[in-house]
């Protein structure tokens, strides 16, 4: 396989890989390289959500999909939709999050495959949260791994949000009061995979956070809105533009990632598969 850096941070592209029949050796490589650059894009695909699936298996087992109603027949592939015709105030994805942070054990890997994207709009953007942790000060670092993170569906997936969802009219997403409940995380955790430290963090799915120094709710919303801030800065960021075709796997354990809402009346179709992970640690 021939690999590409795409930035001199996270993301890269990978020529010569028919992913309908991969060797074990050809997958465990693959998933060496996804751990390595964060985001891999691989294009020219063309999986049927069975193939999806069975290569998905090729990267490790298959991690639930709360909320989400996947695509009939495939239990394990989530058709990621926005018709034409659909109102611009929301999309699925159109915030900085992780996959399902809020899980006791959150998904290792993503893979979105495109399946009829617009000409011009809807890209995604990844940012890496070990260049995150590598760019802070070691009086930051040692501040940010004492603090434990409270991570909950409850801003995206509560019954007060049906409404917001139920716009898009394709996808079947099911709000829940199980949207309160809480997990706590590692803010700094340790990659099982490169050993490398990574801040575990979205403002999405981290609601609260527990450290000494945090002893006020204000002192709280701070931390949040700076860890907001200093993760998304475009310095640790990659921006991929879609086209029919792409798979793009992304390891969910040292990046977040934020899907555009930048294409009026366009349709823009992708299928979803994750993978499983193990609870996160320092
Ligand atoms: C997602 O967050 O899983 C969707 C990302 C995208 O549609 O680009």
């Known amino acids: 396989m021939n690999v590409e850096p795409l930035t001199g941070v996270l993301g890269a592209r990978i020529f010569g890989l028919d992913l309908t029949c991969l060797s074990s050796q050809q997958a465990a490589d693959l998933r060496h390289e996804v751990c390595r650059h964060q985001v891999v894009v691989i294009p020219e695909q063309a999986l049927s959500p069975a193939q999806q699936t069975a290569f998905s298996h090729q990267l490790g087992p298959f991690s639930p999909v709360p909320f989400v109603e996947p695509l009939a027949g495939f239990p394990e592939v989530i058709s990621v939709v926005k018709e034409a015709f659909e109102p611009n105030a929301f999309n699925f994805g159109g915030v900085w999050h992780s996959d399902f942070s809020f899980l006791e054990s959150p998904p290792a890997f993503t893979i979105l495959h495109a399946i009829d994207v617009p000409g011009v709009g809807g890209d995604t953007v990844w940012s890496s949260m070990t260049a995150a942790w590598e760019a802070l000060t070691s009086d930051q670092q040692e501040r940010f791994a004492e603090i434990t993170a409270v991570h909950s569906a409850s801003a995206s997936y509560s019954p007060a949000q049906q409404a917001l969802h139920s716009g898009l009219s394709s996808m079947d997403i099911r709000t829940s009061d199980d949207a309160q409940a809480t997990q706590e995380h590692p803010l700094v955790c340790t990659h099982l995979e490169t050993g490398e430290q990574t801040l575990f963090f979205n403002g999405t799915y981290v609601r609260s956070l527990r450290g000494s120094d945090l002893d006020s709710p204000a002192a709280v919303e701070k931390t949040l809105h700076w860890l907001h801030q200093w993760t998304t800065h475009v310095r640790f960021t990659f921006r991929h533009r879609w086209r029919n075709g792409d798979v793009v796997i992304w390891d969910n354990r040292s990046t977040q990632h934020v899907a555009l809402n930048d294409y009026p009346g366009q349709r823009r ?14």
């Open 269 to 282: 179709q992708l299928h979803r598969t994750t993978v499983a992970g193990t609870p996160p640690n320092k």
